[in-house]
Structures are given as structure tokens and as C-alpha cells.
């Protein structure tokens, strides 16, 4: 018998998931997170899940983690005193960065702290040329004293990012020796390994911002990793990166900056999984937790891949899933704005104290507050009753929000899902009607531990006809773990005209990359019948200042490779802009290959149907709110766990497990398909 565990650690829960090899058994558990030290509540968790299917840990086979340990530390500005060794003239580059303002129209918005004091940038002479020859030799004693600076300064982490330091990183890399020789506790990182692409500022935020998190991520991994090996599980440790694959402790200490969507990646690729299962290709993600949601759009059964994104106001150039956050969660606190209006989040509650009915302390209502007072939540308790809950409390705190709106309790506890329905419909249209997607056409995946509480109103107010209910929703990015691949990504910029001239260069580019890639299979272990690897080109029209990826097929690079990138660019241009220029000249920009490394995944097997009546999963009643029906509705309650596959349910009601709760509104249906995924649709 072999387990497979997938372990996501979000900001106010820790779900575990558990996948018997042998049998196919799955079982879920769910732990509060304990943010002064996440490791902790991960072992704990680890531990009551193996003690809970009675496995011991020696039999742990495998072992996956999606964490917000980076993401944290980038928002809370919790990372390491950084210090910068960058080319001459170049110090005030990462605070001046594009000269955009956060908001257009906001005079007095303010740009995200800068991650490195000026007095900890420091300037060297060098100078390369984009064509890759050297005009300025590098100082090797101006670097010395440099560092020697940055060391009394009590720096921990230092980045080092020159100009054109990708074209040719020899410069970058000597700066790396020296401070391996001269300061080797610092944690020290170059541009040409964490972002090897062209745009200085860009490639330099990249690389601060790794530099920032690395003591944070490589503290955090060698203590979660010696908690592990006291659990006694031997299993090599994988963590997630914002690409949705998964890489080795020691990868992912050394690229912090790849894992900032560590933990939703992981949610996507298990609704994409869920989605296939269920026959369903165009999907539109709705992963609600305790603090955020977090949506993505799967067109055909695939996520876009972005090669650079604002992440909390600073720009990574690293592959990630194109995720759209916005702090919108269960523990997201209601209030009232100077205006008098009501508004809820981003602010939130966190796992400690949590909302007021945890009764911890806190006296500001949240989104799971407002969902206890309605009664779609369970208004005693939590987690399958591991975890009581005070509806009295919570009712005081929506009446003293109340008297300051001038509404009654009810009407304020059901203002409070208005307003954060309509914060996460405007996040979903990011993802969909602004990138030329109609919502209408897709199904909506809801998972997170309030995902299924809320998918209903939000398809209703998208008019997105079906909703999808994984069968464990609140813990899908945990068992994402157990469905993703290893993976890495390797790219270079090289600016070439599309046309014929161009095969022998595309052909020694891609030659490179797939060199590299394969050095990576190599220190991976991964056998040669499990490697995979796909191509694309970032290409646009000449003088445009972004990109659009375009895959290119395997196989010599021939002039129909040629047609193929022309016929791809003028698609991806069509969709996202709405027009083709005919005759104007198509640049390639940057050429990359995905790297995947296929390993056992968790299988599932359908389950014969066991007719309609739905009867005998029915466990009581409990009067909701709805004002839909006027008010107070008897609502059946359904057990999830007796649900089966063919059984059909009738809305109004409510379907509660211990990872999450479903509401199915008035005018709709349910119905358990054979992989006992819940289908909601309008009826």
C-alpha cells in the first residue's frame, strides 16, 4: 500500500488530501492553519490524516505542498533585507520601473513599497550591448567592495541583475562567485537564472523580488522538510509552482519566485481534471477561500499559460497560471466607507481571530458571518462538527453594522453577499468578457472552502447556466497536487523577423532551450518515456510593445513552421485585440519550452447509477434565508457523503459536508454524475 498526501496551506485552513495507490480510496481532512509557523499546522494535519485512515507514515509514497508562504511574505513585507548590485547608473531603476501609476485616475495612489533601500543599491561599472558584446569590463574590485558593503549593512539576500545580463551573463555570474567567496550566508540570485528574458525592469523586479523571499522560502522548506522527516515519511517533498507543475524542495528554495501562486495553481488543475472527468472542456474557475478567490478562465480544457504578471504591484517574469485574485474570501470583513456605504474586503479576518462566530475575539462581521446569520452555513457548527460556531455572536456583530447603515440585520447580512458577489463577478469578467470570452458559454467550477456557499448567486449574476461541485470542493487544491506533473520552463529573447531568414535562427534558439531542458530531465530522474515538451514563441507586430504566445509543434523547424506561427499569431491577434494588420512585419520575441515530467497521478473510477431519489441522503431541514422566496425558507439538508451517482435534488436546499457547503437556489436542480461531482443547472 502506498499514500500519496497533496497538502495545501492557505491563510486560514490546511487541507490534506490522502490517495490509497492500491485501492483508489480517498479521504479528505481540514486543520486551521497556524500562520506563526505553517509547518506546524501541516504536520499536524499530515499526522491526524495517516492517524484518521489508519496508514502509518513509512507507507507515504508521495508527498506534494501548495503553499502562500511566499505570497504572504510579498504582501505583509516580511521578506529579507535585500540588497542590489546592478550596472552603473542604473541604482534608481527598480523605483522608477515604468513611470505607471497604480490607478489613472487616482492622484494620490501610491506604488507598492520598494523591496530595496536606495542606500542598499548599489552601482558597478559594466556595460554590455544588446548585440552581446562588452563595452565596460566589469570591476571585479568595485563588486568586492560592493559586497563587503552589503555584508556590514547586515544585508541577508542579495540580487544581482546588469543590462543585456541575459545576452550574455558572464558579468552576472562572476558577481555570484565573489559573493560565493566573500559573503556565502547571504542568499544570492542573478537575473539570468531567475528571468533570462529582455525588459530591464521587469527582469529586475524578478529578480529582487526571489532575492526578497529566498531566506523566507528556504527557512520555511528546511524546517517543513525536517518536521517531515520527524513524521517519518521518506517520500522526496514536492512543492507547486505558479505554473500549476511541481518541483523538488531544493528548485523551489533556490526560485522562490516561481512558487507566489504556489497554492490556487494546483486548484486549477484539479477543476481541469474534474471538468474532464465530467465531459466538460470550457471552464471558468471560482476557488474561494477564507481570505481571497482566486478565478481563472479554461478555454477547450486548457489554462493560459502567462509568461509575466503584477503580482500585489510587482512584475515577475516567471510562467504562472493567468490567475485573477481578488480579497474576497470567507474571513473578508463588512464595513462601512467614509461615504456610508457598505463594502466588504480586502481586508480579512485570517485564521486568528477568523470571523466572529469562531468566537476568538474578533468584533468586525465577515462574509461567513453574514452566511452563519442567513443560515446557509450551519449555525452551530463547522467542519462535520469538529468545530463549533456562535451564531449569537455573529448576529450582534451584523446588527452594530446595521445600526450604522440604518438597515435591519437581515437585510445587511444579505447586503454583505450582494457586495461580495458582485466583487468576485467583476474579478470573473477580468478573466472572460475583457479578454473576449463570454461567461455564458462556460461552466463554473466552484471550489474552496466557500466556493459551493456562493457559486449559485454568482452564476446568477454572470447567467452562467451550469455549475460544477468537485465532489471534496474544499479541498480540490490539495488534491490538485496528486494530479499535477513535474515541470519546469526555459526561455531566451532574441528579436527576429518572421520570414524565411529566420529558420536557421529559430532552429539553434529552440536547439538551446532543448539542451537545457534536457539537462533538467536529467538531474530530475525523470525516464525518458515520461518527458514531454512543447514549444512556443512570443510574437507580435514590430514597434508593439507586448507579446502573444504562439505554439509552435514539434519537429525540424521548416518554412510551414513558419506558416503555423503566422497562422497562430494572427488568430491570438485577432481574439485579444479584434483585428489583423495585413503586410505589417511580425517579430519573434522570446522563444520557450515547456519541460513536463510525467509521474503517477491519482485515478478515479466512475460509479453505476443509483437512480434519482435522493431521499435517503436527507438529514434534516433548517429555515434560510432566501430573498428570493421572500425570506425564511424550510430548506432539506442533504448529507454529501450519501449522496450517490444519478441521485437528483431539487433546489431550494443545502448539501454540507465536512470540507464545504452548497447552496442550490430556488428554480434550480442537482444532479451526481458517476464520478460524484455535483452538476447544478437552471431549471
Not at 522526496?236 to 518541483?247: F, K
Not at 500585489?312 to 474571513?331: E, N, Q, R, W
Request: charged share 20%; with cysteine.
Amino acid at each position: 500500500m502506498a499514500w500519496r498526501i497533496g497538502v495545501d496551506s492557505g491563510g486560514t485552513f490546511t487541507d490534506v488530501c490522502l490517495f490509497d495507490d492500491a485501492t483508489g480510496r480517498i479521504e479528505v481532512w481540514k486543520v486551521p492553519s497556524t500562520p506563526d509557523d505553517p509547518s506546524r499546522g501541516i504536520a499536524g494535519g499530515i499526522a491526524e490524516g495517516i492517524a484518521r485512515v489508519g496508514a502509518v507514515p513509512a507507507e507515504v509514497g508521495y508527498f506534494g505542498h501548495g503553499t502562500t508562504v511566499a505570497t504572504n511574505a510579498l504582501i505583509q513585507h516580511r521578506g529579507a533585507k535585500t540588497g542590489l548590485i546592478t550596472t552603473d547608473g542604473f541604482r534608481d531603476l527598480l523605483e522608477i520601473g515604468r513611470q505607471k501609476r497604480p490607478d489613472l485616475y487616482d492622484l494620490q495612489a501610491d506604488k507598492p513599497a520598494t523591496l530595496v533601500e536606495r542606500s542598499m543599491r548599489l552601482e558597478v561599472a559594466e556595460r554590455v550591448l544588446h548585440t552581446g558584446a562588452v563595452e565596460t569590463p566589469l570591476d571585479i574590485a568595485a563588486v568586492r567592495r560592493a559586497v563587503a558593503t552589503l555584508k556590514a549593512a547586515g544585508a541577508q539576500a542579495v540580487a544581482v541583475s546588469f543590462l543585456y545580463g541575459f545576452v550574455r551573463p558572464e558579468h552576472e555570474q562572476a558577481v555570484l562567485r565573489i559573493l560565493a567567496e566573500d559573503f556565502p550566508d547571504a542568499f544570492a540570485c542573478a537575473g539570468h537564472e531567475v528571468a533570462p528574458e529582455f525588459r530591464e525592469y521587469e527582469r529586475l523586479s524578478t529578480a529582487v523580488v526571489n532575492a526578497y523571499l529566498g531566506p523566507v522560502m528556504r527557512g520555511y522548506i528546511q524546517l517543513l522538510a525536517q518536521r517531515l522527516a520527524d513524521l517519518g515519511i521518506a517520500a522526496a517533498p514536492h512543492l507547486t509552482q505558479s505554473n500549476g507543475g511541481v518541483i523538488g524542495f531544493g528548485a523551489a528554495a533556490r526560485l522562490p519566485v516561481r512558487t507566489v501562486l504556489s497554492g490556487p495553481s494546483t486548484g486549477v488543475v484539479g477543476a481541469q481534471a474534474v471538468g474532464r472527468l465530467a465531459g466538460l472542456d470550457n471552464l471558468i474557475t471560482f476557488d474561494m477561500g477564507g481570505t481571497s478567490t482566486d478565478v481563472a478562465l479554461l478555454a477547450n480544457g486548457e489554462s493560459r499559460l502567462a509568461s509575466e504578471a503584477v503580482v500585489h504591484g510587482y512584475p515577475i517574469k516567471a510562467p504562472m497560471l493567468d490567475i485573477h485574485t481578488v480579497g474576497a474570501g470567507g474571513g473578508s470583513i463588512a464595513y462601512v466607507d467614509s461615504g456610508g456605504l457598505l463594502k466588504v474586503g480586502p481586508r480579512s479576518a485570517g485564521a486568528s481571530p477568523g470571523p466572529v462566530c469562531y468566537a476568538l475575539g474578533s468584533t468586525e462581521p465577515t462574509v461567513t458571518d453574514a452566511n452563519v446569520v442567513l443560515q446557509t452555513l450551519n449555525p452551530h457548527y463547522l467542519l462535520g462538527g469538529r468545530m463549533a460556531v456562535r451564531q449569537d455572536l455573529a448576529q450582534a456583530a451584523i446588527a452594530g453594522l446595521a445600526g450604522r447603515l440604518g438597515m435591519d440585520g437581515m437585510a445587511t447580512a444579505q447586503g454583505i453577499l450582494a457586495v461580495v458577489t458582485a466583487n468576485m463577478a467583476k474579478a470573473i469578467r477580468v478573466i472572460s468578457v475583457q479578454r473576449g470570452h463570454d461567461p455564458r458559454d462556460y461552466t463554473l467550477v466552484a471550489f474552496g472552502g466557500a466556493g459551493p456557499l456562493h457559486a449559485a448567486r454568482l452564476a446568477r449574476e454572470l447567467d452562467i447556466a451550469r455549475i460544477l461541485v468537485p465532489r471534496s470542493p474544499g479541498i480540490l487544491c490539495a488534491m490538485g497536487l496528486l494530479l499535477t506533473d513535474l515541470r519546469a520552463d526555459f526561455a531566451t529573447t532574441r528579436l527576429i523577423p518572421l520570414g524565411a531568414a529566420a529558420l536557421p535562427a529559430i532552429s539553434e534558439v529552440f536547439d538551446g532551450l532543448a539542451i537545457r531542458a534536457q539537462q533538467w530531465f536529467s538531474e530530475e530522474g525523470i525516464a525518458p518515456d515520461a518527458r514531454r515538451a512543447t514549444r512556443t514563441v512570443d510574437m507580435r507586430y514590430a514597434g508593439q510593445n507586448y507579446e502573444l504566445p504562439v505554439a509552435l509543434p514539434d519537429g525540424p523547424v521548416t518554412a510551414a513552421s513558419l506558416d503555423t506561427l503566422a497562422e497562430g499569431f494572427a488568430t491570438a491577434h485577432q481574439r485579444m485585440y479584434g483585428f489583423v494588420a495585413e503586410g505589417e512585419t511580425v517579430q519573434l520575441v522570446t522563444f520557450r519550452v515547456e519541460s513536463t515530467g510525467r509521474v503517477r497521478k491519482a485515478a478515479f473510477q466512475p460509479r453505476r447509477e443509483r437512480g434519482a431519489d435522493a431521499s435517503a441522503a436527507v438529514i434534516g431541514t433548517r429555515e434560510v434565508w432566501l430573498p428570493e422566496a421572500g425570506g425564511f425558507v424550510a430548506c432539506p439538508i442533504y448529507d454529501r457523503e450519501k449522496l450517490d451517482a444519478g441521485n437528483r435534488i431539487a433546489g431550494p436546499a443545502i448539501v454540507e459536508q465536512m470540507d464545504a457547503t452548497t447552496v442550490i437556489l430556488p428554480g434550480m436542480t442537482g444532479r451526481v454524475e458517476p464520478y460524484l461531482n455535483l452538476i447544478l443547472e437552471a431549471s
